[in-house]
């Protein structure tokens, strides 16, 4: 009975270490699959080629809390980073999808407004003339609901696309190569 336990929890120790020595040897492994001689990245100051005011803080902030919270890239300084982001916002659009309303019992439903911002980015290693990342564009979207402040609302929601932007942005920079 005794030598029944003491074979049991031998393998019991064994098996696990040969799951995990077997998965490293086929070329699994954890972590980011971006490129292994880059380290940190600095973002530039983002461009605003819209009329909305703020929105390239909104950005430049949002990239930077989406790169912290990803964590495959240490956020720098522009004189210490591996490489470098920049972005320009180039279209803001807000689209209505629902309306105003007001029934008969004068209870109010709030309009329901959608935002679409497009914004173009490239990562560019200092000194070299080929971006790592070239151009490309994306599309961040949200949602929101005017209750009482419509510009309060409106602001809202430009955060929330700028959120949805960056979060797009950092995936196809630590991901999409």
Request: glycine share 6%; charged share 20%.
């Given at each position: 009975?005794?030598?029944?336990?003491?074979?049991?929890?031998?393998?019991?120790?064994?098996?696990?270490?040969?799951?995990?020595?077997?998965?490293?040897?086929?070329?699994?492994?954890?972590?980011?699959?971006?490129h292994p001689q880059i380290k940190?990245?600095?973002?530039?100051?983002?461009?605003?080629?819209?009329?909305?005011?703020?929105?390239?803080?909104?950005?430049?902030?949002?990239?930077?809390e989406q790169f912290n919270v990803?964590?495959?890239?240490?956020?720098?300084?522009?004189?210490?980073?591996?490489?470098?982001?920049?972005?320009?916002?180039?279209?803001?659009?807000?689209?209505?999808?629902?309306?105003?309303?007001?029934d008969v019992e004068m209870t109010?439903?709030?309009?329901?407004?959608?935002?679409?911002?497009?914004?173009?980015?490239?990562?560019?290693?200092?000194?070299?003339?080929?971006?790592?990342?070239?151009?490309?564009?994306?599309?961040?979207?949200?949602?929101?609901?005017?209750?009482?402040?419509?510009?309060?609302?409106?602001?809202?929601?430009?955060?929330?696309?700028?959120?949805?932007?960056?979060?797009?942005?950092?995936?196809?920079?630590?991901?999409?190569?």
């Amino acid at each position: 009975m005794n030598k029944i336990k003491s074979i049991l929890s031998r393998t019991a120790f064994i098996m696990p270490l040969l799951i995990v020595s077997s998965l490293s040897g086929c070329g699994y492994h954890w972590g980011s699959i971006a490129h292994p001689q880059i380290k940190s990245i600095a973002i530039a100051p983002v461009t605003n080629d819209t009329i909305e005011y703020n929105v390239s803080a909104e950005m430049r902030g949002m990239l930077a809390e989406q790169f912290n919270v990803d964590g495959s890239l240490r956020l720098v300084s522009l004189e210490e980073a591996d490489c470098i982001i920049y972005c320009i916002i180039k279209k803001i659009e807000t689209i209505s999808i629902g309306e105003d309303s007001t029934d008969v019992e004068m209870t109010y439903r709030p309009a329901e407004w959608a935002i679409e911002i497009e914004g173009e980015f490239q990562v560019i290693i200092p000194g070299r003339a080929t971006p790592l990342i070239p151009k490309r564009i994306l599309k961040g979207y949200t949602t929101y609901q005017v209750t009482a402040d419509n510009e309060t609302g409106r602001r809202n929601g430009i955060k929330m696309a700028c959120h949805d932007l960056a979060e797009k942005m950092v995936y196809n920079v630590t991901e999409a190569w």
